[in-house]
């Protein structure tokens, strides 16, 4: 069976704007590690997928074409450097839609899997803060935090936090090492970038 990773979006492959939304292509800069973490979880055939709240379009301050053209132009970038972005998956809706698709629910996880067949307990989702880990816990599935202060949001979380990681790249070498099609070529393989 094929392995993935279901990677949140704001504050994980791209800086987050506290506060605020990323509305243009200008305001879209990775976070350091993205692109080399990315380009390894495909070097070692595990296919990431994201997975993300943007409510933005609800409240009407993107419209769909520009949330669509922002994701085209980064999974461009992220597979120009190596990595694969196999599907994109947005929560369109404002909080109080009340919706089954908005993380803490685990809708998108659910659609992604149905989609793509994979095993919820043998696929990571990685996010940002506490809601992240509660939609993988609904659905399942272990969940890694991208965070700096690790010990707070460690005693804060569910059982279904299995690490928590300064930036991707250190969360993608946790996931190969654990990933059994990937074991045999840990030890051989160098990391694409470096």
Same mark, same amino acid.
């Given at each position: 069976m094929?392995?993935?990773v279901l990677v949140d979006r704001d504050g994980v492959i791209n800086?987050?704007?506290?506060?605020?939304?990323?509305t243009a292509w200008e305001d879209f800069q990775f976070l350091p590690g993205v692109l080399d973490g990315l380009a390894l979880l495909a070097h070692h055939h595990i296919?990431?997928?994201?997975?993300?709240?943007?409510?933005?379009?609800?409240?009407?301050?993107?419209a769909p074409a520009?949330?669509?053209?922002?994701?085209?132009?980064?999974?461009?970038q992220i597979e120009d450097y190596g990595g694969s972005i196999g599907g994109v998956y947005y929560c369109p809706h404002r909080p109080e839609d009340a919706c089954?698709?908005?993380?803490?629910?685990?809708?998108?996880?659910?659609q992604a899997q149905r989609e793509f067949g994979f095993s919820l307990t043998e696929t990571y989702v990685v996010g940002d803060s506490l809601t992240d880990v509660a939609a993988a816990e609904a659905a399942g599935c272990p969940a890694l935090l991208i965070a700096e202060d690790g010990a707070?949001?460690?005693? /804060?979380? &569910? !059982?279904?936090l299995a690490g928590v990681f300064?930036?991707?790249?250190?969360?993608?070498?946790?996931?190969?090492?654990?990933?059994?099609?990937?074991?045999?070529?840990? /030890?051989? &393989? !160098?990391?694409?970038?470096?």
């Amino acid at each position: 069976m094929e392995r993935f990773v279901l990677v949140d979006r704001d504050g994980v492959i791209n800086r987050r704007i506290v506060g605020g939304y990323v509305t243009a292509w200008e305001d879209f800069q990775f976070l350091p590690g993205v692109l080399d973490g990315l380009a390894l979880l495909a070097h070692h055939h595990i296919q990431t997928l994201v997975i993300s709240n943007q409510a933005c379009i609800g409240k009407g301050m993107l419209a769909p074409a520009a949330l669509e053209n922002i994701t085209r132009l980064f999974v461009r970038q992220i597979e120009d450097y190596g990595g694969s972005i196999g599907g994109v998956y947005y929560c369109p809706h404002r909080p109080e839609d009340a919706c089954e698709c908005r993380k803490p629910k685990p809708g998108l996880i659910l659609q992604a899997q149905r989609e793509f067949g994979f095993s919820l307990t043998e696929t990571y989702v990685v996010g940002d803060s506490l809601t992240d880990v509660a939609a993988a816990e609904a659905a399942g599935c272990p969940a890694l935090l991208i965070a700096e202060d690790g010990a707070a949001l460690r005693m /804060a979380a &569910s !059982p279904a936090l299995a690490g928590v990681f300064p930036n991707l790249i250190e969360a993608a070498r946790f996931i190969i090492a654990r990933s059994p099609s990937s074991i045999s070529d840990t /030890a051989s &393989s !160098p990391d694409p970038h470096g």
